[in-house]
């Protein structure tokens, strides 16, 4: 009997355990390639129960200084966003095991016109697992959503000017910066500047 995961499958498993056809719908650049962890990562879609962890990790203090997640967030708010998403939206949330380990965002605009671009917000890996793939796990499995199951054309996020290492994930899934918003975000005591990049998939 053939399960319905087996056509819309929510978990993708990037590893030694991947199942081949899973690897083969999204060709990763080398620069990722190099990143694939010892241990596999499994990507599946948020749900309400992933709300503590999910606050434990944006709360990390390594984490809100490049998110614009917020102190003090209620706990309250995430699990209700967790609980009833609007439509369209797709939260990922990155599994070692059955622990919550990483989380990407991927939003539909409300512009009827943009239907073809998706905007990426809110990657984070918690501190203890990043450096092993995980952000590149989530980053495949959304571009594998984006290519092959909603046809999109455009895929735009938003990173702050000076952080490298987000910077140097995204370009190596083919974002390229197409701008810096100067003074855009109030962080830690200073404005801080932001670039916007995008990944155009030719079709
Ligand atoms: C940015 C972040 C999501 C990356 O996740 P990760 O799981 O550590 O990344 P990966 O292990 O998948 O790394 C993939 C690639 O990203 C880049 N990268 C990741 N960490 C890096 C670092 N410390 N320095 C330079 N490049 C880095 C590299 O290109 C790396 O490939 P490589 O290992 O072959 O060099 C993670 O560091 C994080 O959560 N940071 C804090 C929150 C944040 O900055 N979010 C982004 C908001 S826009």
């Given at each position: 009997?053939?399960?319905?995961?087996?056509?819309?499958?929510?978990?993708?498993?990037?590893?030694?355990?991947?199942?081949?056809?899973?690897?083969?719908?999204?060709?990763?650049?080398?620069?990722?390639?190099?990143?694939?962890?010892?241990?596999?990562?499994?990507?599946r879609h948020?749900?309400?129960?992933?709300?503590?962890?999910?606050?434990?990790?944006?709360?990390?203090?390594?984490v809100m200084?490049?998110?614009?997640?917020?102190?003090?967030?209620?706990?309250?708010?995430?699990?209700?966003?967790?609980?009833?998403?609007?439509?369209?939206?797709?939260?990922?949330?990155?599994?070692?095991g059955?622990?919550?380990?990483?989380?990407l965002?991927?939003?539909?605009?409300?512009?009827?016109?943009?239907?073809?671009?998706?905007?990426?917000?809110?990657?984070?890996?918690a501190?203890?697992?990043?450096?092993?793939g995980v952000?590149?796990?989530?980053?495949?499995?959304?571009?594998?959503?984006a290519?092959?199951?909603?046809?999109?054309?455009?895929?735009?996020?938003?990173?702050?000017?000076?952080?490298?290492?987000?910077?140097?994930?995204?370009?190596?899934?083919?974002?390229?910066?197409?701008?810096?918003?100067?003074?855009?975000?109030?962080?830690?005591?200073?404005?801080?500047?932001?670039?916007?990049?995008?990944?155009i998939?030719?079709?």
């Amino acid at each position: 009997m053939i399960r319905d995961e087996q056509f819309y499958p929510n978990r993708y498993t990037v590893g030694a355990q991947h199942p081949e056809q899973q690897i083969a719908a999204v060709a990763l650049p080398a620069t990722v390639q190099r990143a694939a962890p010892a241990i596999p990562v499994t990507v599946r879609h948020a749900g309400p129960e992933d709300y503590m962890a999910l606050h434990r990790i944006f709360a990390d203090p390594q984490v809100m200084y490049w998110t614009s997640a917020m102190p003090f967030t209620p706990l309250a708010r995430l699990r209700r966003q967790l609980t009833d998403p609007s439509e369209g939206h797709y939260g990922l949330v990155a599994c070692i095991g059955e622990a919550v380990v990483g989380t990407l965002a991927c939003i539909v605009l409300p512009i009827p016109r943009a239907r073809h671009t998706r905007h990426l917000s809110l990657l984070v890996v918690a501190p203890a697992w990043q450096r092993r793939g995980v952000g590149a796990a989530l980053m495949q499995a959304v571009i594998d959503l984006a290519d092959n199951w909603l046809n999109l054309a455009r895929l735009e996020l938003m990173v702050f000017s000076d952080n490298g290492r987000a910077i140097n994930l995204y370009r190596a899934f083919e974002f390229v910066t197409e701008g810096t918003h100067r003074r855009y975000a109030f962080r830690a005591g200073q404005y801080a500047d932001m670039d916007t990049m995008a990944r155009i998939r030719e079709v």
